[in-house]
């Protein structure tokens, strides 16, 4: 149920101070996040999001019958003081970095006060780690501490995404018990097979990670420096493959894009941010330019 053995002693590698019981291996970081939301349930309990968010967080929480409080981000970042002040009556808390969908990773000193708040006031911290190897700012920053529940996904890093191979990571020995025993009565296992390729890509050569990490950046600056060249306001992308400017009638521009242009946005207002829309740099510069050249026909209409 927990996951292979070979896989997880593999994961405990990469992670200094684990063992193979610190892991869960799921079906897909989706799952993961699904059963850590259920194994922390508690009647009328609260969870705090950054907004603008992940789209599927609030239907995970909503689905496991607690109720979202939201933390408003300041340019794609969280501040302090909100942080102190909105977890207060909530059990815990969801946010990523690298973030999808502001390409934005949160500063070491955010991330330092989450962890003292986690552990201070016993507030379970669900850290979506997905694009942990797109972090262009430097080293990812792994939370630590007994109440901190970390989630990855080999879907970005080693494109499986089809493969649905995620996993859990926590010290936590009670929530490993209760995630496993939840699991057990659900989904049972992850495909074997796919956990066999997903040990097998953990021998990837970790310069081939950092080229195709460099690679990534190149192309997310591209588009930037493109995008502000239209005219458009956005943020820096400074990690995942996300850029999120403003767009005034997001709705109205994502219906109009797909079926004038045949270019595929998403709308911010999926993703608590209405009058943006997200773009993807996770494509070929090929294809980038053949996007941004309809969209520059589309602005200038």
């Known amino acids: 149920m927990q996951g292979e053995e070979d896989l997880r002693s593999a ?4 992670y200094p101070g684990s063992s193979p019981d610190n892991f869960i291996i799921t079906n897909g970081a989706s799952e993961a996040l699904d059963l850590s939301l259920r194994a922390i349930y508690t009647p009328h309990a609260k969870i705090l999001i950054p907004r603008p968010y992940y789209s599927s967080y609030l239907d995970c929480v909503e689905l ?3 109720d979202n409080v939201f933390l408003e981000l300041q340019d794609g970042r969280m501040i302090e003081d909100d942080i102190e002040k909105a977890i207060d009556g909530c059990i815990g808390m969801i946010f990523n970095s690298p973030g999808n969908p502001t390409g934005i990773v949160q500063s070491s000193s955010v991330m330092d006060k989450i962890e003292r708040l986690s552990q201070e006031r016993k507030k379970y911290i669900i850290s979506d780690d997905v694009y942990e190897d797109f972090d262009y700012s430097g080293p990812h920053r792994q939370l630590k501490g007994e109440y901190i529940i ?4 080999f879907s970005k890093s080693f494109d499986m995404c089809g493969h649905r191979v995620g996993y859990i990571y926590t010290t936590n ?3 490993i018990e209760e995630i496993v025993r939840i699991k057990a009565c659900t989904s ?12 097998q890509v953990l021998e990837t050569d970790k310069e081939k990670m950092v080229t195709q990490s460099q690679e990534m950046e190149k192309k997310g600056l591209y588009m930037y420096e493109r995008l502000k060249a239209l005219g458009l306001e956005l943020w820096k992308p400074e990690g995942a493959f996300y850029l999120f400017p403003k767009m ?6 994502v219906s109009e894009l ?6 595929i946005v998403y709308d911010g207002k999926w993703f608590g941010a209405p009058n943006r829309i997200r773009l993807s740099f996770a494509t070929s510069r090929e294809n980038i330019d053949k996007g941004l050249e309809k969209l520059g026909r589309y602005l200038n209409r």
């Open 150 to 153: 970390s989630i990855h996904s």
């Open 248 to 253: 005034e009638d997001s709705s109205r521009v």
């Open 258 to 263: 797909y079926y004038d242009y045949g270019v």
């Open 173 to 175: 020995k009670k929530l």
């Open 64 to 66: 496991s019958h607690m």
């Open 11 to 14: 994961l405990s590698c990469r």
């Open 188 to 199: 049972m296992n992850t495909n074997l097979l796919a956990q066999d390729f997903a040990c």
